[in-house]
Structures are given as C-alpha cells and as structure tokens.
C-alpha cells in the first residue's frame, strides 16, 4: 500500500469510529456520550440492547413502536376518527339499528 492510500484508509476509519472513554458510576450506570446519543438516535425513550460478547459489551438502540411515535390506541382512535363525526348526528336507536343490521350479515355469511 503507498502512503497516499494509507493516509485515505487512516481518513475513513476515522470518520466512521467513535471512542470516547468513560467512567461508570457507583452501581455501574454508564453516561453515553451525546455526541453517540445524537448519532444513534438515542432519547429518554428509547430501549437498548446489551450484549456480552467475549471481553466487550455491545449497546443497541432497540425500536419498539411505529415510526410515527404515536401509541396503537392513537392510531385507532384517529383511525376511527370519520365513525364518530357520522355517530355524533344519530341517536342511539339509529346506531342500534346500524349494529343489528351489521351483526344480521355477518351471520347470514356463515
């Protein structure tokens, strides 16, 4: 290898690995760094993955909701939203009568 490509290899590395050395607390909590926060998306939120392999302990972000942070009950509520607009003009026989006719067909198909 020439000494051009040495220093491009050496550049790369570089840009791509992070080393921060840290001290851990009293009962064994670690500070990460923000600048590993940041870069992995990490919040208050978020869940990690600790495993040992060998001599090394490895930290991984573990994503356990939708992408859009709202919980499924959100979702459905939002989801629902049209259903309720439409109910809020019915009374309650009407939606009686809606559920009766639904629960009629869903039977007649069995």
């Known amino acids: 290898m020439n000494c ?15 080393t ?14 923000a600048e590993f926060r940041r870069r992995l998306g990490i919040t208050d939120d978020s869940l990690l993955q600790l495993t040992l392999r060998d001599d090394k302990i490895e930290i991984t972000p573990v994503v356990t909701r939708p992408a859009s942070g709202k919980s499924w009950a959100q979702e459905l509520y939002a989801m629902f939203a049209p259903v309720r607009a439409e109910a809020e003009a019915m009374d309650e026989a009407e ?16």
């Open 4 to 18: 051009g490509n040495s220093i491009l290899w050496r550049y790369v590395v570089a840009e791509t690995l992070l």
């Open 20 to 33: 921060e050395i840290i001290r851990p607390l009293r009962r064994g909590q670690l500070t990460i760094p």
């Open 95 to 110: 939606i009686d009568a809606l559920i009766d006719e639904a629960v009629k067909e869903v039977r007649s198909q069995r």
